[in-house]
């Protein structure tokens, strides 16, 4: 589904390279919910606005969903990232001019579709979440909690094969953010293929795979000189 | 289109919106009255005089000793021989006023002696039998004066013409039916009725204001020449001999009589000059409204471009997650260049309804015509446009704003 080979992404200015992601390597099976972790600055986000094509890499290569996405120019990359992939951000990013329903909208408007139909994906999508009642309210009206279900509400309504979470539920207490990750854990039961950015291991340790990055490389968790064995048994590691 | 969520999104954003939407209204109603002055100022401007403009120049004599009208009498019938004997000169006539001189005499036409209210209104110019030949005004129908009916009276003098001339906008005012040559008019500061003895193509009267608008080609010449504190001598020269007339026939005045003023800046003009002149104040007019368009409608694109570059700052977050849930460039374009469409109708429908009231209350007010709706459905396109230009820039900067945006916190 989303594998990256020997991928590079390189921040240039006139004195200094820096390198994001170095000689990165992934392989996402379809139906798999993988956990990326890693320190701040490690390169988790870029790797996830990279899958999520939001930026361009460098280097190397990326297959989405078999399709070779480097040469893709900008029109063909927005037509993936509104076909194929589901945004989760930690900041929910819904539009606040916007009602709930209206947002859930947004998407399906872009991808052209009739309106009969967006309007039954939209409500199917918000009874998925539990907040039918909800699709006239707006963003301010909401909980965090709530906001970030409309966020996978809306996500989810143009069945995506893809949901990139990035760390969902980090602007969330822990009774929303665990039913936000029990509501995850659904969607990947239901066949989602699930990659979630996370620098939280208890949250990582909800996902079937976890992949660590430091300084823009895949590694063993092992190999995080921050990470003892003790330490991570005693919960007392935070990224 | 995203018609729905943009005007959702636009009730977030009333103020701005409300304010934009004035300003082209605002803008509409006065660019349409103004362009509507534009257009007929020029059109005023544009009016054929009926005179041979390009060979005719006119002299302004004042006399230097106005005491004796018998003198004056005599040294303008010298004057004029000594005009008329210029190799450089086809022909002179002396005249009281003439068409586009802005001052003058007019007088209330009537077709009975003791009819009350008018017939119409017309310029009465006083020459002799030389003013069509010098005008350049060709007879379309009877006869022109003859010398022995050239006469001269004195401004307080009653007049008595028992032959006019008449142009033929004034010939159709008081007979529509075609029939005024051989009848019998009343020019209410004359005694006598008076016979029209010949008909001119167009002529124009003096006065140029609004005002006399309806009156401007009404025209009557009386064989007398107007033994005035000064008088105007009509000059045409002869095809190509503008300047060298307009140099021997001063010196040829002089060398008559140097008992007389003839101003050195003005005392001596063409016919372009009188021109010029005449429609002075429609040109300034026109030029104001204009300047006043320009600047309102300048303002108005700087309005937009200016709370669209702060909408576009504003929303670059909004902006990015649009990107990132599968917007092209082209969808943040449309979408910006959308919203500014519908404050632009909400704009300039306000703009038409005002635009039109407000004339209405200067044709109540002032000497207008009704605008013209083509004016208004011109200004309507010429605003939306200008909308859509303004908004373009900031437009496409907003659709350059990259998807990353979406995972940048604010």
């Known amino acids: ?239 | 289109m995203q018609i729905k969520p943009i005007l959702a999104a636009m009730r977030h954003h009333k103020a701005g919106t409300v304010l934009i939407a004035l300003q082209i209204a605002l803008t509409l109603a006065i660019v349409c009255n103004a362009l509507f002055i534009i257009q007929q100022r020029i059109e005023r401007m544009a009016r054929p005089s009926g005179v041979d403009e390009t060979n005719l120049f006119v002299i302004r004599s004042d006399w230097a000793d106005k005491s004796d009208p018998q003198r004056i009498d005599a040294q303008m019938r010298a004057d004029l021989i000594a005009l008329r004997q210029l190799g450089s000169v086809q022909d002179a006539a002396p005249i009281n006023s003439f068409p586009l001189l802005g001052s003058g005499w007019d007088n209330f036409i009537k077709l009975q002696p003791d009819q009350v209210k008018m017939t119409t209104d017309s310029a009465i110019f006083f020459s002799d039998e030389h003013a069509l030949a010098t005008l350049g005004t060709r007879l379309i129908a009877g006869r022109n004066f003859t010398a022995s009916e050239a006469g001269a009276q004195q401004p307080r003098d009653a007049m008595h013409a028992a032959q006019v001339i008449i142009s033929k906008d004034l010939a159709h005012r008081l007979y529509p039916d075609g029939s005024a040559l051989g009848k019998t008019i009343y020019v209410t500061m004359g005694r006598t009725p008076s016979t029209v003895i010949g008909i001119t193509d167009t002529l124009q009267a003096h006065m140029t204001g609004s005002w006399a608008g309806p009156y401007a080609y009404n025209a009557v010449l009386v064989p007398a020449q107007l033994l005035n504190d000064y008088t105007y001598y009509l000059v045409r020269a002869r095809p190509g001999q503008l300047d060298a007339a307009m140099r021997d026939a001063p010196k040829a005045l002089f060398a008559q009589s140097r008992m007389r003023i003839i101003d050195h800046k003005d005392g001596v003009m063409t016919f372009a000059q009188v021109r010029q002149r005449a429609y002075g104040p429609d040109r300034g007019m026109a030029i104001l409204m204009a300047i006043i368009s320009a600047v309102l409608l300048a303002i108005t694109a700087a309005g937009i471009v200016g709370l669209t570059s702060f909408w576009v700052g504003q929303r670059r977050k909004q902006i990015g997650v649009r990107r990132a849930l599968g917007a092209t460039r082209r969808d943040i374009l449309n979408y910006f260049l959308t919203e500014n469409l519908l404050i632009g109708i909400g704009g300039v429908m306000v703009g038409a309804v005002l635009a039109i009231g407000i004339n209405v209350w200067m044709v109540s007010q002032f000497e207008m015509a009704r605008l013209s709706l083509a004016y208004v459905a011109a200004g309507v396109v010429a605003l939306l446009v200008l909308g859509q230009g303004a908004v373009l820039a900031p437009a496409l900067r907003a659709s350059h704003v990259s998807p990353v945006e979406a995972t940048r916190s604010v």
């Open chain 1, 1 to 239: 589904m989303l594998k990256m080979t020997h991928l590079s992404k390189v921040y240039r200015t006139e004195v200094v390279e820096t390198y994001a992601l170095r000689d990165f390597n992934i392989d996402v099976k379809e139906g798999e919910f993988v956990a990326v972790t890693g320190p701040s600055g490690s390169g988790k986000t870029t790797f996830l606005t990279i899958a999520g094509l939001l930026e361009t890499f460098s280097g190397g290569e990326y297959h989405l969903d078999g399709i070779e996405v480097s040469n893709l120019n900008d029109n063909a990359r927005s037509k993936i990232r509104n076909e194929k992939i589901g945004f989760i951000f930690q900041a929910f990013n819904l539009i606040p001019d916007l009602n709930v329903f209206d947002n859930i909208e947004v998407p399906l408007r872009y991808r052209g579709m009739k309106a009969a139909e967006r309007k039954q994906r939209i409500m199917e999508s918000l009874e998925r979440v539990g907040l039918a009642s909800r699709a006239k309210h707006y963003p301010a009206e909401l909980s965090g909690g709530q906001q970030q279900r409309v966020a996978i509400a809306r996500a989810l309504a143009g069945s995506p094969r893809l949901l990139l979470a990035d760390e969902p539920t980090g602007n969330l207490d822990t009774q929303m953010a665990r039913s936000v990750l029990e509501l995850l854990e659904d969607i990947h039961r239901e066949g989602a293929t699930i990659v979630m950015v996370t620098h939280d291991p208890e949250l990582a340790a909800r996902a079937q795979r976890n992949v660590h990055i430091i300084d823009g490389q895949v590694v063993e968790l092992s190999e995080d000189p921050r990470f003892h064995p003790a330490q991570v048994a005693a919960g007392e590691v935070r990224g």
